[in-house]
Structure formats: structure tokens, C-alpha cells
């Protein structure tokens, strides 16, 4: 993402607003800046702010005058005056870095938006997690850290070694070169997206083991790393994994739950 | 997407936030969904829900691309009614219902089981809260996603009342520095919790940000709570 120096008028109202903290005010020409290497191209700048589009010069005239006056004009702070941001056209590595950032634009790989991947989400219909499986969602970069993909890397090769098995139809997945080894594609492993998420499926006896790879690999990781464990219930809606939780220290009070009411209804809908 | 999964505060915060979102699986039950996922809304609608939206698109507060200049005197904290989000729905994606009571959200489950859309249908929060209600509702749960909290580099995280606010959009498109800075609003008196509320949910691209939780939030922040 750019900012157009023309237009700015260095409001700052930009700087909150960036996930990532990547827009500073330049004091050299007194306008917004966004540093490249850590803006992950999430859009939250250009797509969720709102915009005026005020003449620039008249917008700098008077913030000069008031300043003068020692008065401080206080703005709706989720608006840019002068419409400045400037999105560029990404080219490949960097192109990934929206893919994982912008929850507005779908993967390529899924077609899923977000973070790309459907989950336990629909688990009723695709039958992604199985009885007596586990399935672990290991997110990283959120909340607001950002991640590089080395960081990812050095994690799903961590999984791959203790015989994890990778989900297919996931972002990251797609950007391995080989899901055997984790080894992700070396052309992106310094890129830097906001969130990225290494979904994986084990025996459920695994669980354990699971979890303290992630915890020591978490551990020397400089980004912040979300668990998510997913499990199928019984017919009375109980599993096992809480209690196996609870035995490994874990505290679990909240999650998603699927309540079942999916069906393969595409097939009925034709019919009709 | 883990958008609803790891929001940041402890049980007792999460008593006002139960999350209930209907979605297709692409090549199994897409087909006619639109107007599903509408009269899913509108059912929801029936048992107040602190707010309703679609993912992409929002819920009652979002951006505008072309905002008058009076809006820095006098702007309302919502943007678009229920009705305006239902209408506006012409695609595919998930949309979502925010309940801050297990009471309200159990009844909206009792109809969305009988109304048997055929779709998959979630419920972000506390899962033992929602397991219970589900129960009574009629309706077994197939599946649980445990939401295990943080790791690794916790010093880049920032203070409590923050990620509290933050975390509430799962895509990180609210900015801990902007959560920071309404709060600072609210403590100095400059915004109310409603205004900071909203300025907040306009960043929430699925809009599945609480606004009652964050005023309750923001309310906290406004005595000091740190």
C-alpha cells in the first residue's frame, strides 16, 4: 500500500488505524508513510476507513492555522480527509502477502475468503475432522503481530517430523513445496502477512504430543501463535478431548461448535 | 477462518457473547442459499440480537466511501438498519446474528432447527453455555473447535483491556492502536462508549464484532479498570 504525498495532508488518523503499525508520519515531508517491508497489505487503511475527498491544500491551510492558534481540531478518527491511500498493483511474492491479509479478497488455492479454510465450520458436510481424530488449527500472527513465513515453516516441519498430516484444502498447504517435509516455497518465506493458519489432523491419541511440539516451537517463534483443537462428539454431543485438555494443563472455555444441521442438499435442490 | 474463535478475556467476560452464524459448503449445499441465509437473519432478528451482519460486507456500522464533512459534529453510531443488510444480500457468504443473552440465543436455536435449512450452523462462544442450550433447544452438537489461547512471543501482545477490545474481530482488521485510542476517548471524556463502539465495528469486515461487549468494555476503561 502507498499514500499519496500529493493528497495527504498527515492527519496521523491513518496510524492507528494500520493492524501492523506500519504507517508513521515522515518529519521530513511532514506527510503518512507506509513502511513496505512491514505492511502486510491487509487493506484495512484503504478498505475500512472512511473517506471525504477535501481539496488538500485548503485541508493543510487551515490544520496550519489552527496549529498557529494552538488549537486542536478534533476529527472522526476512522476518516481520511483527502482520500489518500493509493493501492498498488502486487506482484508475485508480494502478492501473497494480501492473499493472507485481506479478508475481503478469497484464496486462490480454496476460494475460501478470510483465512481460506472452512474448518469445523462445516465439518457436518465435508467430514473433515473424523471420529477418533483430532484437528488443530495453529494460527500465527495474530492478534496484530503479523508473521513471516519462515516463522510457519519452522512450525509445519515441526509437525510434519512427528507424522501430523496436513490438510489439503488450506492456504498454506498450497504454498508448500513439498507437505511431506513442510517445507514451504523458499520465493515467500520472508514475506510477511498478518495471519496465516497451519491446519493439521491426527489420531487423537496424538493430542498430546501435538501440542507440546507446538508449545516448543512456539517458544522460540517471535510472533504470537493461536491454537484451535477440533474434535467430533458422540451421539449425545460429549467427546474425550476436554478431559484430555484439562490433564495437559490446558484451560479451554470457549470455542465454535457445529450443531450439525448441514446436509448434502445440492443434489435435493436439483431434484426439486 | 478463525474470525470468531480466539477472542481474548476471561468466562465472566464472554456472558454477553454468543455468536451464531449459518454458512454454505461450496459443492454441497450452496445451491438456493441466498434466501436461507435471509430468512435466517430475519428469524434472528425475532430474538433481538445485539447486532446481525454478512461477512465481506459488515453489520450496522461501515465505512463510507464518500462521507459529508458535517459527519465531524454530528454522526449517527449506526450506519444501515437490520432490514438494509438483509436486502442488500445477493451473495453467498456467511451472515451472522451477535445474541448477549444464552436465553435469547437458545430460542433463535429452537427455530433455526426447525426451520431445517439444510446449511451449517455455529456458535461461537462459550462452549459449555452453548452445549447446555443447545441441549434444551433439541439440537446435539456435531462437532467442537477448543479455542487454546496464546503462545509464543506474549511481549508483543498488548494490555488486557486492548486485546479484549481487538480480538473481537478475528481478521485483526481492528487495530490494537485504534482500540487503544478509543479507549484513551472514552477516559477523557472526548467520545462516548457508544461512539468508540462504533468507530471500532466499522473495521470488522464479517462484522461480528459485539458492540454491547465493547461499550461494556469501554464503560470499564472509563473508570480506569487497566
Known amino acids: 500500500m502507498r499514500i499519496d504525498s500529493q493528497k495527504c495532508v498527515a ?24 513502511d513496505r517491508d512491514e505492511c502486510v497489505e491487509c487493506y484495512a487503511c484503504e478498505n475500512r476507513m472512511s473517506k471525504e475527498h477535501l481539496n488538500p491544500t485548503l485541508v493543510r491551510a487551515i490544520r496550519g492555522f489552527l496549529k498557529l492558534l494552538r488549537i ?34 478469497p484464496h486462490e488455492s480454496t476460494g475460501v475468503y478470510g483465512r481460506g479454510t472452512e474448518e469445523v465450520k462445516t465439518n457436518d458436510v465435508t467430514n473433515r475432522v473424523r471420529p477418533g481424530e483430532v484437528g488443530f488449527t495453529v494460527e500465527f500472527g495474530r492478534p496484530a503481530v503479523g508473521t513471516r513465513f519462515r516463522e510457519v515453516q519452522a512450525m509445519s516441519m515441526a509437525l510434519a517430523r512427528i507424522g501430523a498430516v496436513f490438510e489439503k484444502n488450506n492456504p498454506v498447504t498450497a504454498l508448500m513445496a513439498d507437505p511431506r517435509s513442510g ?23 496424538m493430542l498430546p504430543l501435538v501440542l507440546r511440539t507446538v508449545k516448543e516451537v512456539s517458544a522460540g517463534l517471535d510472533t504470537v501463535v493461536s491454537v484451535g483443537v477440533a474434535v467430533r462428539c458422540d451421539g449425545e454431543g460429549e467427546n474425550s478431548v476436554e478431559a484430555v485438555l484439562a490433564a495437559e494443563g490446558v484451560r479451554a472455555f470457549r470455542g465454535k461448535t457445529n450443531l450439525g444441521l448441514g446436509r448434502l442438499t445440492n443434489l435435493e435442490t436439483a431434484r426439486a | 477462518m478463525t474470525n470468531t474463535l480466539h477472542r481474548y478475556g476471561s468466562p465472566e467476560s464472554f456472558q454477553d457473547d454468543f455468536i451464531v452464524f449459518i454458512r454454505s459448503s461450496k459443492g454441497r449445499n450452496e445451491i438456493g442459499s441466498v434466501p436461507k441465509l435471509k430468512a435466517f437473519l430475519r428469524t434472528a432478528l425475532r430474538h433481538r440480537p445485539v447486532t446481525i451482519s454478512q461477512y465481506r460486507r459488515g453489520s450496522t456500522v461501515r465505512p463510507s466511501e464518500n462521507l459529508n ?39 433463535f436455536l429452537r427455530e433455526v432447527k426447525a426451520a431445517d435449512w439444510g446449511l451449517s450452523v455455529n456458535v ?3 462452549t459449555g453455555e452453548t452445549h447446555a442450550c443447545a441441549k434444551r433447544a433439541g439440537v446435539c452438537r456435531h462437532s467442537v473447535e477448543y479455542s487454546l489461547g496464546f503462545q509464543g512471543a ?7 483491556p486492548v486485546l479484549e477490545l481487538s480480538t473481537m ?55 480506569g479498570r487497566r
Open chain 2, 154 to 160: 506474549l511481549d508483543r501482545l498488548p494490555e488486557r
Open chain 2, 169 to 223: 474481530c478475528g481478521h485483526s482488521m481492528v487495530s490494537p492502536n485504534l482500540a487503544r485510542k478509543m479507549l484513551d476517548l472514552v477516559r477523557e471524556g472526548r467520545r462516548t462508549p457508544e461512539q468508540a463502539a462504533a468507530y471500532l465495528g466499522r473495521f470488522c469486515s464479517c462484522g461480528i464484532f459485539n458492540p454491547t461487549r465493547a461499550i461494556r468494555l469501554l464503560e470499564a476503561a472509563g473508570g
Open chain 1, 72 to 105: 486542536r481540531f478534533d476529527p472522526e478518527p476512522d476518516v481520511c480527509p483527502t482520500s489518500a491511500f493509493a493501492p498498488e498493483e502486487l506482484q508475485w511474492p508480494r502478492s501473497i502477502r494480501r492473499a493472507f491479509s485481506d479478508p475481503c479478497i
Open chain 2, 69 to 107: 464533512p458535517i459527519v465531524h459534529w454530528r454522526r449517527p453510531v449506526q450506519d444501515l438498519t437490520p432490514e438494509q443488510i438483509i436486502e442488500a444480500i445477493t451473495e453467498d457468504h456467511t451472515v451472522a446474528a451477535i445474541f448477549d443473552t444464552p436465553e435469547a440465543m437458545e430460542a
Open chain 1, 183 to 205: 517445507a514451504i516455497n523458499p520465493e515467500v518465506l520472508e514475506e510477511k502477512v498478518l495471519s496465516a493458519i497451519v491446519e493439521v489432523r491426527a489420531p487423537q491419541a
Open chain 1, 11 to 34: 492527519c496521523g488518523n491513518c496510524l492507528a488505524v494500520c493492524p501492523v503499525s506500519a504507517i508513521s508520519i515522515d518529519p521530513a515531508i511532514r506527510r503518512a508513510t507506509v
Open chain 2, 124 to 126: 461461537a462462544g462459550l
